[in-house]
């Protein structure tokens, strides 16, 4: 008998007769736990320090990824690139909150729009 979904394991979750398929497409499936703040925050002066630019996100914007990564190294990299890659388009020096929230924010609906146009 298998446990409800919800407190499966992924691996476990991987395993069951619906989604062999999906599984048998997956080569690796590294396991990781959940990643501490602290963690994330030593990876990320890592990195920085490591491409030859420390200074390149402010301490807020080191925090606010670390805050919305979820303890997800995946999520972590992926969202700092995402504002790495802006900045290279926009030319910026230096990344900082503004531009995580230029860069994050959900998009305005057409909805929204026009209930502040009718104002």
Same mark, same amino acid.
């Given at each position: 008998?298998?446990r409800p979904?919800?407190r499966?394991? $992924?691996?476990? @979750?991987?395993?069951?007769?619906?989604?062999? $398929?999906?599984? *048998?497409?997956?080569?690796?499936r590294p /396991? +990781?736990?959940? /990643?501490?703040r602290?963690? !994330?925050?030593a990876c990320l002066?890592?990195? !920085?320090? /490591?491409?030859?630019?420390? *200074?390149?996100m402010?301490?807020e914007?080191?925090? +606010?990824?670390?805050d919305h990564a979820?303890?997800?190294?995946?999520?972590?990299?992926?969202?700092?690139?995402?504002l790495?890659? +802006? /900045?290279? #388009?926009?030319? !910026?020096?230096?990344?900082?909150? @503004? !531009?995580y929230? #230029?860069v994050?924010?959900p998009p305005? +609906? #057409?909805? *929204?729009?026009?209930a502040?146009?009718?104002?």
């Amino acid at each position: 008998m298998h446990r409800p979904l919800g407190r499966c394991t $992924p691996a476990e @979750k991987l395993r069951r007769e619906e989604l062999i $398929p999906l599984g *048998s497409r997956i080569r690796t499936r590294p /396991a +990781t736990e959940i /990643a501490t703040r602290e963690e !994330l925050l030593a990876c990320l002066d890592h990195l !920085l320090g /490591a491409a030859g630019n420390a *200074s390149l996100m402010t301490r807020e914007l080191r925090h +606010t990824l670390c805050d919305h990564a979820a303890g997800n190294y995946r999520i972590f990299i992926s969202m700092a690139a995402e504002l790495l890659m +802006t /900045a290279a #388009q926009r030319e !910026l020096t230096v990344l900082d909150e @503004k !531009l995580y929230l #230029q860069v994050f924010a959900p998009p305005e +609906t #057409q909805r *929204s729009r026009r209930a502040a146009g009718a104002r």
